[in-house]
């Protein structure tokens, strides 16, 4: 196949205390000296919290300054919540690129029951960590290719998933932000152990050099700690644009899946991935302190 394979801020200020002087004890006349007075810092007023749109327009903003003319679509998701924290254009369709490999490794694991043998294990795992194509094109065509897509978007519920017009590319799929974080809720919520665990294990370990020589570590693996993220990345090059995806879940050692957080892009045809990457990366940081 063609297809190439995603605060306030305090400042809080002591009060510093200076000695008061007594009188002499040998001479009662002598006046006491006036306390000197106590001098207080300023305290700086708190930095207001942007709202999610602002967050939301800062993000499409860093996007556009890296790489003008590119569509974006966001949604970051608490995921103890349901509650959305920016969201933008989260039901707009995209090409998914790689990220797809989410619904081919779902359908394989499930066609085992949830039980995968050694052999399925080891064909997703690579497939997610180093986004191996021939992985992908292996599974696709076994697994019923168009068919994976229409399965998966029935059992897991995504409305805005649809296969590509032309099944031979699987990259051309079309999903939204929205459905992204929704596979993420349905691996995380309703995927059994331990498929779940070898799907997370797997993208917890995202190879920083793909198994095509891409280095994948743009936008959540570059802009959020390291230690705290599970990616499936994408990227994909067409005569009529340039799709650069990063997907994850994003938190810390003791909920390291607090936060879904997908960023979907149509970049210009002319876009080298490493600057479609660095617009992914730039577009997180206003949002680092809240994740």
């Not at 031979?168 to 929205?178: H, Y």
Request: proline share 8%.
């Amino acid at each position: 196949m063609s297809t190439v394979a995603c605060a306030a801020l305090i400042t809080g200020a002591a009060l510093l205390s200076a000695p008061v002087a007594i009188a002499d004890a040998h001479h009662p006349d002598t006046p006491a000296a006036s306390p000197a007075p106590t001098p207080v810092a300023a305290t700086q007023p708190s930095a207001p919290t942007p709202s999610a749109a602002q967050l939301a327009e800062q993000m499409q903003a860093a996007v556009e300054a890296s790489s003008p003319g590119t569509q974006v679509g966001i949604d970051i998701t608490d995921t103890t919540t349901g509650a959305v924290l920016v969201g933008l254009n989260t039901g707009q369709q995209f090409y998914t690129a790689s990220v797809v490999k989410l619904l081919i490794a779902l359908d394989a694991l499930n066609t085992q029951g949830w039980q995968p043998d050694s052999a399925t294990a080891d064909e997703v795992t690579q497939m997610l960590s180093a986004s191996d194509d021939d992985i992908a094109d292996a599974l696709w065509d076994a697994n019923g290719g168009n068919d994976i897509v229409t399965r998966m978007a029935d059992l897991i519920g995504l409305p805005g998933t649809q296969p590509p017009s032309d099944p031979t590319e699987w990259g051309e799929t079309l999903t939204t932000p929205a459905d992204v974080v929704t596979i993420y809720h349905y691996i995380t919520t309703r995927v059994p152990a331990p498929s779940r665990t070898l799907l997370l294990t797997a993208l917890n370990h995202a190879d920083r050099i793909a198994a095509d020589g891409t280095d994948q570590f743009f936008g959540i693996p570059d802009a959020l700690t390291p230690d705290t993220w599970a990616v499936k990345q994408g990227w994909m090059t067409l005569d009529t644009s340039t799709t650069l995806d990063t997907t994850g879940l994003v938190g810390t050692s003791a909920q390291p899946d607090r936060y879904a957080v997908v960023i979907l892009t149509s970049q210009p045809a002319d876009t080298d991935w490493a600057t479609g990457g660095a617009a992914l990366t730039a577009a997180l940081a206003p949002v680092r302190s809240i994740l």
